[in-house]
């Protein structure tokens, strides 16, 4: 009995094999008109960004809250100064609309940290709206932007 069983299983399997080889054999074709004009649109990017400014109190307000929650910090940004962009769309027309930005951050611990932060449309929450990826040299404590938040600019 255990031998009948284990022998509908293999030649299940050889069944479904045999299947899928066939279906990979069935020639490739190119995408029709409809294909490449209402399903495959690719994405509208309209480079509407808002000026580096915008980004602060976001990184303020998740700088806190990192360091409080993961690294038993109580380091906050008190203000930023030369607040300036980097470049916008480094990668030309077609690539993700990016504004690349860099300040200075007055910390409460008394250090003064370059900033370097990216505003991305499409990469807030849901891709719904703009996001902000930023890193604060001194302070990538895991090592994500590192080294000293190179990853982190254009």
Known sequence: MFRM???????????????AMLASAVPLRAASWIE?????????????????EAGLSVISGRFAD?????????????????VRE?????WGPNALPRRF?????????????????????DTGFAGATW??????????RNGAYSPACKAAQP
Do not use: K
């Not at 980097?86 to 480094?90: D, K, L, M, Q, S």
């Open 5 to 19: 069983s284990r022998l509908r299983v293999v030649s299940g399997f050889g069944v479904v094999m045999g299947l």
């Open 36 to 52: 490449q004009n209402v399903y495959l649109s690719g994405p509208r990017y309209d480079g509407a960004l808002p000026p580096c």
């Open 66 to 82: 990192n360091e409080r929650r993961y690294w038993n910090s109580a380091i906050t940004i008190l203000g930023f100064d030369r």
């Open 86 to 90: 980097v470049v916008f769309r480094p």
């Open 101 to 121: 930005c860099t300040a200075v951050a007055a910390l409460s611990d008394g250090a003064l940290s370059p900033v370097h932060y990216a505003i991305g449309e």
């Open 131 to 140: 996001g902000v990826e930023w890193c604060v040299v001194g302070y990538d």
